[in-house]
Structures are given as structure tokens and as C-alpha cells.
């Protein structure tokens, strides 16, 4: 009786050793979703270099092997599928307390700038309370609080973070205008010009790839206080066997990018100059702490 029950432990070990490891699950079923237009416009299609998150998601799908289309699905709907148990992964997304709780994420597929906090130049400065010694924000909602008049343009489905998600969470509904996450650089400078909104949060990186050293509009930023320095973007799972078998061959692939010299290339080349030591350096770290 005892041998039946070691020997039933063995294999029970084994079935998940395998799952694990990807050996006996099947994950061909997997479907990459985002809802960045972009990806789904880019990636597997001749192309020109377009941004980091663009071109490091195609280096992945070439390590991988995936020659799938990525579809383009809302955020809030890929999440339900995931939960549901369905074949899904989200690509390049923030990490989170709550999104580690309920899924299972990849390592670092690419490296950002935390975002900053642009104010239309119209509008005076923030008033030296609002800021730390550094000049950083020290809430959000309290620099929206004192510019009652004012509105912020954000993404509608969009983790900038832990500290910074729930800075944005006490912001006055009726101060935040809300754009779908493909259309937010297209629509956010019309509504600056229009006169409709005076704060947007945008990452740098992605600043610079709409507008380059040009800016449409005259705008200021600020860093925020106590919010990482950098932030990375990763592949979003379930915690089914399957997607506990794809993440491991997704962190394999990643390793293997993090190897080559296209992968800082992948980000410098889309920052300005200022930028590109910083973010190389960060990057650096980064992955020497990982491997």
C-alpha cells in the first residue's frame, strides 16, 4: 500500500515537472491579444522599425516561433477571457500587485521611462507645495484638486503602476476624460489645442515617438515622487497549465533576446539623445540581476 502511494506521488510529481516544463502540454493553442493597435498592425508584417514595444514583441514572436497574428481585443476582455480558462495571453503589459495576484507574468520583455505628468504651458506652474525638494509630485490628485478647473486626458484601460493606479483612483471623475488606449496619442493634442483638458500622463518614450524634438503644443512635465524610475512590459498569462507551460518557454525566448545587442538597440533608438545612456544603463542592471 505504501509502494502504491509513493509510486502515485512519483507520477503525480512527474505529471507536473511536465506541465510545467511545457513537455507534455500542448501550447500552440495560445493566442497573444493586445489592444495596441500598432502590434496588431505590425507585428508578423513587412514593416519599418516603429517603436520598443512594437519591436521587441516582434523579436519574441521570432524567438518563439509564433506566426499567428496578434488580435487586437480590449484589455478588460482579455482579462475575462483569461479568467474564463481560455488560450490567451496579453503582450507588453506593467506589472502589478494585483494583476500578479490573478495571473501568471513573464520576465521583462522591454524597459521604459516611468511616465511623467505633462501640464499645457497656459496654465501657471505647480505651486511649490504640490512638489518634493526634488521638484517631483507628490500626488496627482492633489496637483488635479488644486487646478479644479483643469481635466487629465487618460488611457481607459491602463496600469501605470501600483503607486501611480492608485494616486489616479482619487481623481474626480468629472476631471478625467477617458480615451481608448489606440487612439489616445491621436486624440489627446487635439483636446490639449481644443482647450478641453490641461494634464495628460505619458510615458517619455512614447512622447518622443509621436511628436519627436517638435512639440505641437507647449507643454511642461514633471517626474513623480516615490514611482520607479523605469518600468517593463511583459507577457500576461492564466494560471492554467498550459499558460504556466507557454510563460516558461516565453521566459526562455526573452533570455535569449537579452543576449543579443538588437535588444537595447530596440529601445535606444527610439529616444533622444539625452535619453538613451540612461535607459541603456537601466537596462543593463536590469537584465544582469535577471540572468
Same mark, same amino acid.
Given at each position: 500500500? +505504501? ?16 506541465? $510545467? ?20 498592425? +505590425? ?11 512594437? %519591436? ?5 514572436? %521570432? ?23 481560455? =488560450? ?10 494585483? +494583476? ?32 518634493? !525638494?526634488?521638484? !517631483?509630485?507628490?500626488?496627482?490628485? /492633489? ?15 491602463? =496600469?501605470?503602476?501600483?503607486? $501611480? %493606479? ?20 491621436? +486624440? ?17 518614450? =512614447? ?7 517638435? /512639440? ?25 497549465? !498550459? ?21 537595447? !538597440? ?9 535619453? /538613451? ?15
Amino acid at each position: 500500500m +505504501r509502494f502504491i502511494a509513493l509510486l502515485a506521488v512519483f507520477l503525480f510529481s512527474s505529471l507536473i515537472s511536465g506541465l $510545467v516544463s511545457g513537455n507534455v502540454i500542448n501550447t500552440s493553442s495560445i493566442t497573444f491579444h493586445t489592444d495596441d493597435h500598432n502590434l496588431t498592425n +505590425r507585428i508578423n508584417q513587412p514593416h519599418a522599425p516603429f517603436s520598443a514595444s512594437v %519591436d521587441t514583441a516582434q523579436l519574441l514572436v %521570432d524567438a518563439l516561433g509564433y506566426d499567428k497574428p496578434i488580435l487586437e481585443v480590449s484589455l478588460k476582455r482579455s482579462f475575462q477571457q483569461i479568467e474564463n480558462g481560455e =488560450s490567451v495571453c496579453v503582450i507588453n503589459k506593467i506589472k502589478s500587485a494585483e +494583476r500578479e495576484k490573478k495571473y501568471t507574468i513573464s520576465l521583462p520583455l522591454n524597459f521604459f521611462q516611468t511616465q511623467r505628468l505633462y501640464q499645457l504651458s497656459l496654465l501657471p506652474p505647480l505651486a511649490p507645495e504640490l512638489l518634493n !525638494e526634488n521638484g !517631483e509630485i507628490v500626488s496627482i490628485h /492633489k496637483v488635479l484638486d488644486a487646478y479644479k478647473a483643469s481635466a487629465i486626458v487618460l488611457p481607459e484601460t491602463y =496600469s501605470y503602476g501600483e503607486r $501611480v %493606479d492608485d494616486d489616479l483612483s482619487n481623481i474626480d471623475t468629472k476631471q478625467v476624460i477617458t480615451l481608448s488606449n489606440p487612439t489616445f496619442f491621436s +486624440r489627446f493634442t487635439k483636446i490639449f489645442a481644443a482647450g478641453k483638458a490641461d494634464f495628460a500622463l505619458i510615458f517619455p518614450a =512614447s512622447f518622443y515617438r509621436a511628436f519627436g524634438d517638435t /512639440k505641437p503644443i507647449e507643454m511642461r512635465s514633471y517626474a513623480i515622487a516615490n514611482n520607479p524610475k523605469f518600468v517593463s512590459g511583459h507577457v500576461i498569462c492564466g494560471k492554467t497549465p !498550459e499558460s504556466l507551460a507557454f510563460i516558461e518557454k516565453v521566459n526562455e525566448a526573452i533570455k535569449s533576446i537579452y543576449a543579443t545587442p538588437i535588444f537595447i !538597440e530596440a529601445h535606444t533608438k527610439y529616444l533622444p539623445a539625452n535619453s /538613451k545612456q540612461i535607459i541603456e544603463h537601466a537596462i543593463q542592471q536590469q537584465v544582469a540581476n535577471i540572468l
